[in-house]
Nanobody
Framework: QVQLVESGGGLVQAGGSLRLSCAAS????????MGWFRQAPGKEREFVAA????????YYADSVKGRFTISRDNAKNMVYLQMNSLKPEDTAVYYC????????????????????WGQGTQVTVSS
C-alpha cells in the first residue's frame, strides 16, 4: 500500500516556474515507477512525465519536453516535477501516481498501469 500526497501547486504567470512534490508513504517506494499526470477543465486526464524506479530513465509528453523535469529521491520517498517556462495551457490539476515496476528501468505512460494516485494539486498559469 502506497499513499501519495502532492504539494507545490499554485498560481504563476506565464513564463514562470513551479516545483511540484509528491511524498510517498511506505517502505517499498523504490519498487515503484512514478508518474505525473494532469487534468485540465473539461478534458481527460493525460500523461505528463514518468520516471523509472531507479531514477535512471525518464520519459515526457511532447507537450512538456524540454520544459519539465521529473526526478526522485528514493531515500526520502519523494518524487518531483520541476516545471519551467509555464504556459496557460499547462493549467490543470496535477496528480502523481505509483506503478509497481517489474524492473529498475521500466516505466509506463498508461494510466491503467498505475496502482496508486494522489489527490492532486492545482496549477494555474495566467497569461
Amino acid at each position: 500500500q502506497v499513499q501519495l500526497v502532492e504539494s507545490g501547486g499554485g498560481l504563476v504567470q506565464a513564463g514562470g516556474s513551479l516545483r511540484l512534490s509528491c511524498a510517498a508513504s511506505g517502505r517499498t517506494f523504490s519498487t515503484y515507477a512514478m508518474g505525473w499526470f494532469r487534468q485540465a477543465p473539461g478534458k481527460e486526464r493525460e500523461f505528463v512525465a514518468a520516471i523509472s524506479r531507479s531514477g535512471g530513465t525518464q520519459y515526457y509528453a511532447d507537450s512538456v519536453k524540454g520544459r519539465f523535469t521529473i526526478s526522485r529521491d528514493n531515500a526520502k520517498n519523494m518524487v518531483y516535477l520541476q516545471m519551467n517556462s509555464l504556459k496557460p495551457e499547462d493549467t490543470a490539476v496535477y496528480y502523481c501516481a505509483a506503478d509497481f515496476a517489474p524492473s529498475s528501468s521500466s516505466y509506463s505512460t498508461h494510466q491503467a498501469n498505475y496502482d496508486y494516485w494522489g489527490q492532486g494539486t492545482q496549477v494555474t498559469v495566467s497569461s
